[in-house]
DNA sequence: TATTGTTATACTCTATAACTATA
DNA sequence: TATAGTTATAGAGTATAACAATA
């Protein structure tokens, strides 16, 4: 046995990451709601940049690694090239897929969103001491990639 | 300025912990389904356990408490009455008032939510250096006080 | 009149299923 | 016939608003 058993469950990681998990998250979803987006936006902009490096991928593709419905990134897709954010035209190649790919403008909100997330950091994170922190990061990262994130 | 400002959104600590916290989450309401649970109903026996020390406590101080609706808190009690994990009784004092308090059998069903969920910490956690595990788990206590959770 | 709990209703998020077009 | 995308529908989870009982 790694970790003593009899811990009370509002002690556990999963309880704390669970509950914490959803207020910072809440936190970022305020700041988001000013600029007309959901978290899950600001997850599909992400997911283009990291899959892409500028290109384009197809909406299923983006499904599969976001693990959401096909249907739900259609939604999300209209409205961010309703705001300029992506473009979606059709791959020559295969008349069916839909190719998104970030647009400048796009990048540039990733930017913004990016900058939100800095500032629920610092709050969240600033009056640790550096050591803490810096563990905690680096803790967090593996967590992280252990689920599939991009690093 | 505390920390770096040009870090991609899927490396702030803001998005890594709302993504990694909901898919904690859903592993622990995968294993509390089987107990025909959800999520809230073990926050709640969490809470009437820290609440009341063996006491009990109305339903509106719990709903503050938990930050949820009072008419959740009347659905979530009736559900864990229904299974004989509390008990509820009109305060004498002050007749518009249900007294919320755990049973025996809410107690040992709390323990088995809390075994449930250091499960999942194992999981997540058992093969980080003790050191990392360490600190990570105290920065996240700490985290978690600020949002205002029991110890 | 104010407060506690309850019920009725509505809203958000997301998935599933049905459909269209292309292959 | 199979696949990409889209649209229509449904379900889970939760809040808000209306209501009843008690203060």
Known sequence: ML???D???????????????SRVAGR???????????TK??????VLDSMT????????????LMGVAPSLVVALADHLESLGAVSRERDPADRRRQLLALTPAGRALLEE???LA?????DLLAHLPRKDRDTFL???????????LPA
Chains 1, 2 share one sequence.
Request: charged content about 20%.
């Open 113 to 115: 969103c990016a900058a």
């Open 3 to 5: 970790l003593v058993n």
């Open 41 to 46: 936006h600001a997850g599909l902009l992400a």
């Open 138 to 148: 680096r803790v967090l990262a593996r967590l992280a990639a252990a689920e599939g």
């Open 7 to 21: 811990v009370k469950l509002t002690a556990t990681a999963a309880f704390r990451l669970g509950v914490v998990g």
């Open 28 to 38: 970022f979803a305020d700041l988001l709601a000013e600029r007309d987006l959901k």
């Open 53 to 64: 490096a500028g290109g384009a991928a197809s909406q299923l593709d983006v499904a599969k």
């Open 118 to 122: 800095n500032g629920v950091d610092e």
